[in-house]
Structures are given as C-alpha cells and as structure tokens.
C-alpha cells in the first residue's frame, strides 16, 4: 500500500491488480484507514483517470454481494437521484414504468440530513416492508413488474467503509471518487437499465451545474463501459421538487400525481426520467412517444392501480392509495404569511429541507428515528406572486414550538422581490452513452 501511495502521488496510474488489492485488503480490514485516507488525498491531488475509475468502481462493487435479477424476464430497469427535497419521483416514476410493462427492481435508500428518502416514504403505507427475501423479490417483479427492496448490509462494503473515511478526511468532493461510489452501488443491484437524476442547486449535493453535467459524463460512462443500458438527466434542485416536503405530505402528492394532478415541475422530471428508461427499454421511439405513452398510462388509472398492487404485494395497506385522507394528520397546522408582496425570487431548497428536519421529518444521523407526518406544502413557486399576508406555505407540526421555529425558518427560505422572474428550467441537460463515449478527454480530473 506504501508503493501504491507513492505512485498515485506521483501522479501515475495504478493497475487493475493494485486496485482490487487496495479495495478488497482495505475491506477485509488488512490496509489501515491512515493508509487510506493518504490515498484518498493524493487521489484528489492527482485524479483518477477512466480506466482507475472503472477498475475502483467495479473493485468496489465486487467486495460485497451482487444481486442476480437473471431469474426476472426482460430488461430492468432502476433510476437513481442524487438527493433532493420534496423528491418524490421514484413513488410515481415506478409503478408509471412497471404499468407499462419494464421489470422495476430496484433497491432504495432511507432519508439522511436533509434530502428525504424511497423507503421512508414507501413506510407511510401500514404494514409496508422493504425487507424482501431474494425470492419474494423476484417472484414480485415477474408477476406485477415491481419490488422496491432496502439495500442489503453487503452490497458494496467498500463503499461503506471508504465513504465513512472520506467523510471525515476532506476527501468527499472528488468526482471520480463519487461516481465510483454512487455507481458500484449501482452496478451491485443488477439492473440492466440505469438512469441518473443528477441534482444541481441550492438543495443539491452539486450545487454547481458544471460539476453536476461532469459527475452525470462521468457516471454514465462508467456504467456504459460496465456493460449497462445509460442515461442521466440534470435537474434542477433550488427550490424543493413539487409542493410537498415531508414524508406522508409527499406520498398524497405522489398519488395526486399518479390521478393525473401532479405539479408541473415535478412531472417534467418524471416524465424526463421516464422518457429515457422507456427509450432506452426500445418502448419508445423518441420523447414524444414516451410521454405520451406515460401520459395515457396516469389518465387510464393504470398507473395508480399499480401503485395499489405494488403497495399490497409488499404487506401494505393498499385502501391508502384509494384514500389519502386517511394518512396520520399532524397536530399542528401553521400558515407562513407573506412577510412582503411580489415575486417569489427564489425558495432556499436545503433550509426547506432542514425545517422539516427539525419539525421531525428527516434524521440527523443514520439512527434517529423520524416523524412521517411532519412537513412543509408549498402554496407558492418562484415565479409566483403573493400579497403581503398571503400563506405561501403551510407548516404541518406536532410540537408547537418545532412548528414556529420551522414557520420562521421557511419564511426566511422564501425571498420575495419587485422583479418578475421564470424559474429554472426544471430539466438542464440530458446526457446519454452515445455523447460520453465519444469524448476524447481521458483523465477526469
Ligand atoms: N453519494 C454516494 O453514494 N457517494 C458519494 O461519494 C457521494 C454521494
């Protein structure tokens, strides 16, 4: 490990070979976290370049399980977000795809800090579980084209360890680092189809769009030279996605949008995602076939109906997706008025996120438990004009004191000016396999 960290300082590629040694010595505890950390750090002096990117993606997701989706008929598919507020797209993207006939097998994660998470989510429904036998899974997915499974302790333990490290070493923020990360996760759950939400933005891990269009080139080569179907999409991250924020509030809004009255941002998104799963699939020629493909599927009730069946086959109570209305209610319902009139300039995403943290609704560490009825809805968008005095967002509480700590907040979050605005535009790039493998530049860095 000494010569191997001698080489990447020096600024040379490592082999295959040294690689895995490092990724699965480092695993089984042999190399030390200082050896690591040192490592780490001259990565992000010196790069990885594509080669050493693959070869750590693909070291790392051989160090745990792999899970074999090869007894599941057809092309899987599975989409990934980066992590936003008010991210409820995997809750009506899944069953929209499974309605219309592509295997989703998916493994999903739980919220952490601010961003929210599938599993959390899908927990709204009494009696829901995400801790599927293999069997269960796919025995799922080949009758009904759906199962939703928490990620399993051994998928990609290098990945775990070396994240923990990075975490506390500065070594975060490298982007071949991060792609390997995300991707060995990735390419360890087994599907054929993978599509990236990459986030940019305020409420985003790359806040910076340039970074976000490099992670999403770089994330997607990886995976296409691995062999998988691929496409990314950036998107914008602000202001939260959609109106709700909060676990039960996002799971109405999930299953409004599934009756065809989801918000128009969040929809852009699904629709987005879903273009390029279906494309890439051979279901749709082009976007415009796909979306109108999606669009008929939400207004024949297919989709919801699948929601219903997917929500059932995993032990939930299925009445839910019928009616919402019987979703738990917070105690508190606190309006937040306009302090100014004009035009939202913009809403803060991550303080959004981080109210509803502190209302209860997200954890502060992987063990804190959460309080799914919390949450912010957002009655106004950026863009929007308000009165002095109009409720531009509704604070759902069950501690009074959490509720007004949280109104101030969002009202600090909302920024409200003369100037009449359009907000971003929702989709920023969209990036395929054909664009990156033609880009001759082979150091990441
Ligand atoms: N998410 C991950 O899974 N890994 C990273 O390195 C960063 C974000």
Redesign the pocket.
């Known amino acids: 490990m000494y010569d191997l960290i001698a080489k990447k300082k020096e600024g040379l590629e490592l082999s295959t070979e040294e690689i895995r040694f490092m990724v699965l010595e480092y695993t089984n505890g042999t190399i030390p976290d200082y050896q690591m950390s040192a490592m780490t750090m001259a990565i992000c002096f010196q790069g990885l370049n594509k080669k050493e990117t693959l070869d750590l993606t693909l070291a790392m997701r051989d160090s745990g399980d792999c899970l074999d989706l090869s007894r599941i008929h057809g092309l899987k598919a599975d989409k990934h977000s980066?992590g936003g507020v008010g991210d409820k797209t995997s809750l009506v993207l899944a069953p929209l795809i499974a309605a219309l006939g592509i295997p989703v097998a998916k493994m999903s994660g739980r919220g952490l800090g601010h961003t929210g998470g599938t599993i959390d989510k899908l927990e709204c429904f009494p009696g829901f579980s995400t801790d599927l036998s293999e069997e269960r899974f796919t025995r799922n997915v080949n009758r009904i084209k759906i199962a939703i499974a928490g990620q399993t302790a051994n998928l990609a333990p290098a990945d775990k360890k070396l994240?923990a490290l990075?975490d506390v070493t500065a070594t975060?923020d490298q982007m071949s680092?991060?792609a390997s990360?995300?991707m060995s996760?990735k390419l360890a759950s087994g599907s054929d189809i993978i599509v990236l939400d990459v986030k940019t933005g305020l409420g985003a891990?790359m806040k910076d769009p340039a970074d976000a269009k490099k992670l999403a080139e770089i994330m997607v080569e990886i995976g296409t030279m691995a062999g998988k179907k691929m496409s990314a999409v950036i998107t914008d991250m602000n202001q939260p996605l959609g109106n709700a924020v909060g676990n039960i509030l996002e799971v109405i809004e999930a299953i409004e949008s599934l009756s065809g009255r989801g918000p128009k941002d969040f929809m852009e998104v699904v629709y987005a995602l879903g273009s390029r799963i279906l494309m890439l699939a051979g279901d749709a020629a082009d976007e415009a076939e796909a979306v109108f493909k999606m669009k008929q599927c939400i207004a024949s009730g297919a989709a919801k109906e699948k929601l219903a069946e997917f929500v059932e086959a995993q032990g939930g109570d299925p009445s839910y997706v019928w009616n919402p209305e019987k979703f738990q209610k917070a105690d508190y319902v606190i309006e937040v008025p306009a302090q100014n009139e004009g035009y939202i300039q913009k809403i803060d995403a991550q303080a959004v996120g981080t109210a509803c943290m502190m209302l209860g609704g997200g954890r502060e560490t992987k063990e804190s438990g959460i309080d799914l009825s919390v949450g912010i809805y957002l009655n106004k968008k950026t863009g929007d004009y308000t009165k002095k005095g109009e409720t531009t967002a509704v604070v759902h509480a069950n501690e009074k004191q959490k509720g007004e700590a949280a109104l101030a907040a969002i009202q600090k979050a909302f920024c409200i000016g003369r100037e009449k605005i359009q907000p971003n535009d929702m989709i920023q790039h969209t990036i395929d396999s054909a664009s990156v493998m033609n880009n001759a530049n082979s150091f990441y860095i």
């Open positions: 980066t994240y990075r975060v680092l991060i990360s995300i996760k891990f």
